[in-house]
C-alpha cells in the first residue's frame, strides 16, 4: 500500500491507493463509486470534533460494511468535512494521522478505502469544497474517471445528501451520527429524492441490492442480517 499526501487547488487529498486496484480503476472509464461521510457514518460524531486518533471510534458495523462494499470492486472514497482545522482545534497532520490508521484499522478487517479527500475550510471561508459544495466529488471524479450520476453518496447530515443530488447521485442518509436529526429538514428540502437508512449497515445493504439490480445475476448478499434497514 503506497502513501501519498498532496494539495490539489483547494482540496486537501489523502491517497491510500492500492497500485493494482487504482490501476485497474484508472483502465475504466467512467465507474460509478461509493463515497462516504466520515463522522457519523464511518466513525462517531462527537460535539467537539475527533481532533486525534485517540478520539476515533468506530461505529459498530463500520468495518464490516466496508469490507463488504470492498468486494464489489468499486472504488470506495471518503470526502469529509474537517474545519476543526482551520479553527485551530486540530491540525492537517493530526487528521492525515486519523486517515491513515482509519484506512489501516479497514484493510485489516478485510476491506478498503481508495482515497481521502477533507476539507479544511470553515464555513466562513466560502470555498468550493466544503459540502454542501460538490467540490470534493468533482475532483474525484476527474481524478478518477467517474461518473457522478451513477455513483453512490453516504452521509449523516442536509449537507451531504445536497452535495450527492448536486451531482445526480444516489443519496442515502443514515441515521446514525446527526443523521436522525436531519431527517426532517432533509425531507422538507428534497422530498423523497434520496433514501434513508439507520446506519452504514442499512446503506451498505441498499447498495448491494442496487448492485444485484444493475447485473440481474444471482447475489448472495456478504452482509449477515444485523441492523440492515
Given at each position: 500500500m503506497t502513501f501519498k499526501i498532496r494539495e490539489i487547488c483547494e482540496n486537501s487529498w489523502l491517497n491510500f491507493s492500492h497500485t493494482k486496484s487504482f490501476n485497474?480503476?484508472?483502465?475504466?472509464?467512467?465507474?460509478?463509486?461509493?463515497?462516504?461521510?466520515?463522522?457519523?457514518?464511518?466513525?462517531?460524531?462527537?460535539?467537539?470534533?475527533?481532533?486525534s486518533w485517540d478520539e476515533f471510534r468506530f461505529i459498530p458495523g463500520a468495518k464490516e460494511s466496508l469490507a463488504a462494499l470492498s468486494r464489489l470492486g468499486l472504488p470506495i472514497v471518503v470526502i469529509?468535512?474537517?474545519?476543526?482545522?482551520?479553527?485551530?482545534?486540530?491540525?492537517?497532520?493530526?487528521?492525515?494521522?486519523?486517515?491513515?490508521?482509519m484506512v489501516a484499522e479497514v484493510a485489516a478487517f478485510g476491506g478498503r478505502i481508495d482515497r481521502v479527500l477533507y476539507c479544511p475550510h470553515r464555513p466562513d471561508e466560502h470555498c468550493n469544497c466544503r459540502k454542501p459544495e460538490p467540490g470534493m466529488l468533482l475532483r474525484a471524479a476527474a481524478e478518477m474517471d467517474i461518473d457522478?450520476?451513477?455513483?453512490?453518496?453516504?452521509?449523516?447530515?442536509?449537507?451531504?445528501?445536497?452535495?450527492?443530488?448536486?451531482?445526480?447521485?444516489?443519496?442515502?442518509?443514515?441515521?446514525?451520527?446527526?443523521?436522525?436529526?436531519?431527517?426532517?429538514?432533509?425531507?422538507?428540502?428534497?422530498?423523497?429524492?434520496?433514501s434513508v437508512a439507520r446506519s452504514i449497515t442499512g446503506a451498505t445493504a441498499h447498495i448491494l441490492n442496487a448492485e444485484i439490480a444493475r447485473s440481474r445475476t444471482p447475489f448472495v448478499s456478504p452482509v449477515p442480517a444485523w441492523g440492515n434497514f
Open positions: 485497474k480503476f484508472k483502465a475504466k472509464k467512467f465507474m460509478r463509486a461509493i463515497f462516504l461521510d466520515r463522522d457519523g457514518v464511518i466513525c462517531e460524531n462527537r460535539t467537539d470534533h475527533v481532533k469529509t468535512n474537517q474545519a476543526a482545522i482551520n479553527r485551530g482545534l486540530t491540525t492537517a497532520a493530526a487528521v492525515e494521522d486519523i486517515h491513515r490508521r457522478l450520476s451513477q455513483s453512490y453518496l453516504v452521509g449523516d447530515a442536509l449537507t451531504d445528501i445536497q452535495a450527492g443530488l448536486r451531482v445526480g447521485a444516489d443519496a442515502i442518509l443514515v441515521l446514525s451520527g446527526r443523521g436522525f436529526a436531519q431527517l426532517m429538514p432533509a425531507l422538507h428540502a428534497f422530498g423523497s429524492d434520496f
